[in-house]
């Protein structure tokens, strides 16, 4: 089936966590009107607030000019109900990673949306098909895949679905490059590029910690120095969160049908239930607020 597809020029938000508030801030600011939604009574508003902090940052380095920052403010608004995002063309979910969770999002914005509006996921790890698979409309669902943090790290996957209708990754591709960033398309295959690539960067230095080989310290310091990565892997797994890297590592090793080169870390899992998250919670592989370290093993 061709699917008839807008144009993007409203776009909406769905979850205003630190993805959301970073896709609306870069859409705002690249003058696309920006609706931005949250299940969480205020988690919109303060998103919306951190946003304006950063503008009004780069308008006193000026990186943005007055001009620019007045229409960036201009193009953002909260909303407090989801039937409001009826005019956009393009929806962009940033909720919780949960297959079920995202599918019943869709199928609630299908009832919300026109038909030509485009639905996109930023999930990191699970199936755009199968967020797909039961909407009204699987062609104009897609994947589009942001890093963390968004206005910073400019790649942004663009994933085509098996049913994903090719208007609609190329109205993706054209959004992502209007708001200054990199898209790079990718397949709907576990983990997709970045994800799949980063199971021998994350999970290999989990099995290297683990095995004593090395401390988590020296793992971080031989990549950033010896191999030039930006961030070692415990650093990265402390910015991303481990309640996000956690599930996504489960969610490719199940994928692949439970294959050995994926299988998750029990250090992550044991942090993860004693809520020991990374920069989030002030405490992860290091010390953000003056907490001890949590030994590794
Ligand atoms: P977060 O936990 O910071 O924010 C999620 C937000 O979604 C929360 O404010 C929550 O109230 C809201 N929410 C949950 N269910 C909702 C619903 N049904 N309707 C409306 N709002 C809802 O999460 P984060 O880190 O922003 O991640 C969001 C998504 O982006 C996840 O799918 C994650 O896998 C993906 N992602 C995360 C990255 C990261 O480094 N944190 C990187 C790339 C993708």
């Given amino acids: 089936m061709k699917t008839s597809i807008a144009v993007v020029g409203a776009v909406g938000i769905v979850g205003a966590g630190a993805m959301g508030r970073g896709i609306a801030q870069i859409a705002a600011q690249a003058g696309f009107t920006v609706l931005l ?7 919109a508003s303060k998103a919306s607030q951190l946003i ?56 609630q914005l299908d009832g919300i ?16 098909t199968a967020i797909a698979a039961g909407t ?12 963390n943090p968004v206005p910073l790290m400019k790649v942004v996957e663009v994933i085509d679905g098996l ?27 576990p983990g997709f590029i970045v994800n ?15 095995e004593n080989v090395a401390s988590f310290r020296q793992i ?25 890297s956690h599930p996504v590592m489960e969610a490719i090793y199940h994928q692949y049908y439970e294959e050995p080169r994926y299988r998750p870390s029990v250090i992550t899992a044991q942090r993860v239930h004693a809520g020991v998250l990374g920069r989030k ?3 992860g592989f290091y010390s953000y607020s003056g907490n001890l370290d949590v030994p590794a093993v």
């Fill in 196 to 210: 799949h690539a980063g199971r021998g960067y994350g999970t290999e230095a989990l099995r290297i910690l683990q």
């Fill in 281 to 283: 919670t002030g405490r």
């Fill in 52 to 107: 304006a902090e950063q503008w009004q940052k780069m308008l006193s380095k000026e990186k943005l000019s007055a001009e620019q920052y007045q229409r960036a403010v201009g193009n953002l608004q909260v909303v407090n109900s989801m039937q409001e995002l009826a005019k956009c063309d393009l929806v962009v979910e940033a909720i919780v990673e949960k297959l079920e969770v995202k599918r019943a999002l869709f199928q």
């Fill in 37 to 43: 939604f949250d299940v969480q009574a205020d988690a």
């Fill in 220 to 244: 971080d310091q031989i990549m950033r120095e010896a191999a030039g990565f930006k961030l070692g892997p415990f650093e990265l797994l402390d910015l991303t969160g481990l309640d996000v």
């Fill in 136 to 147: 009204k409309i699987p062609e104009r669902v897609a994947g589009l895949h942001f890093f």
């Fill in 113 to 128: 949306v026109s038909d030509t509006c485009i639905l996109a996921t930023n999930t990191s790890s699970l199936s755009v």
């Fill in 163 to 189: 049913l994903t209708d090719a208007a609609v990754s190329e109205q993706l591709m054209a959004f992502s490059t209007q708001t200054g960033h990199l898209p790079v398309r990718a397949k709907d295959t």
